[in-house]
């Protein structure tokens, strides 16, 4: 896959990107500091500075985002915080999911190649065993029925030990098996892995994307406790349906659930 740079850059965008204290290759554009990888990948685009599919990394977010406005947090240099800009226009508004499915299997193949077991936990986060590892925010744009472009963020947690609490602990890659990472290499591997992912969606391979990631489906098949506004129910899953929805069984029943009408307990 090829990427493309516009060496037209006016002084004014170069000087911003020195102030910034930038570092760029052909596809990566990295900085010390950011407020968010995504918010700064969405001007890039809007200033015409950037043309084609690219990424964005941070050393550190002052206002790194997560799903429904919750923030996400990370010690400085300790993690992999990253955006992809990319167009999949193959996709209709009923296929958005895939994407996600896609970027989801992506980060499970570089944690499981690091022997480090994981679960989807729908709709965005990475579990391992011992907690909350990565977290995903897609941000899409549209024309018509089909994406005019999507923002990948991602957070890995790779190198950080200590962390907030949160009604679910989030752990690092270290903490799974005490190893200390190469934050770069991490990055360069997860490029990789996002392109062989996106290869496979762009190509239609929408069965193999599914079964991979139904494998993979935290609580699939099992009794969970869910809430839905006030009212508290225990259900099965039965899946996520192709336009993303969590499929639960509850009392001989399927009901399809969106993204904001249900909150799973762990």
Same mark, same amino acid.
């Given at each position: ?65 997560? &799903? ?5 947090? !990370?010690?400085? =240099?300790?993690? +992999? ?5 990319? /167009? $999949? %226009? @193959? ?51 549209? &024309? ?5 472009? !999507?923002?990948? =963020?991602?957070? +890995? ?5 200590? /962390? $907030? %609490? @949160? ?61 839905? =506004? ?37």
């Amino acid at each position: 896959m090829c990427y493309f740079i516009n060496l037209n850059l006016t002084i004014k965008f170069i000087l911003f990107l020195l102030i910034k204290n930038y570092t760029m290759d052909i596809n990566m554009i990295t900085y010390t500091v950011l407020d968010s990888t995504n918010g700064e990948a969405a001007r890039l685009r809007a200033s015409g500075s950037v043309r084609g599919e690219f990424f964005v990394s941070a050393h550190f977010q002052q206002d790194g985002r997560g &799903q429904a406005g919750r923030k996400w947090v !990370s010690d400085p =240099g300790k993690n +992999l915080l990253m955006s992809w800009v990319v /167009f $999949p %226009v @193959f996709l209709s508004v009923n296929q958005q999911f895939q994407l996600s499915k896609a970027v989801s299997l992506a980060i499970t193949d570089l944690l499981e190649g690091h022997s480090i077991p994981c679960r989807i936990k729908w709709p965005n986060d990475i579990i391992s065993n011992s907690g909350k590892i990565a977290g995903i925010l897609i941000e899409n744009s549209w &024309q018509g029925r089909e994406i005019r472009q !999507s923002i990948v =963020g991602i957070g +890995l947690n790779i190198n950080q030990k200590i /962390f $907030p %609490v @949160f009604p679910y602990p989030a752990v690092g890659m270290i903490g799974e098996n005490g190893k200390e990472y190469n934050t770069d290499a991490i990055c360069e591997e997860m490029v990789e892995r996002l392109e062989k992912r996106y290869e496979q969606l762009r190509k239609g391979a929408m069965k193999k994307i599914n079964s991979d990631y139904h494998a993979l489906l935290f609580r699939l098949n099992e009794e969970s406790l869910f809430s839905t =506004g006030d009212s508290e129910f225990t259900g099965r899953i039965e899946g996520v349906s192709e336009t993303g929805e969590l499929i639960v069984e509850r009392g001989n029943r399927l009901y399809n659930f969106g993204f904001h009408e249900l909150k799973m307990h762990y």
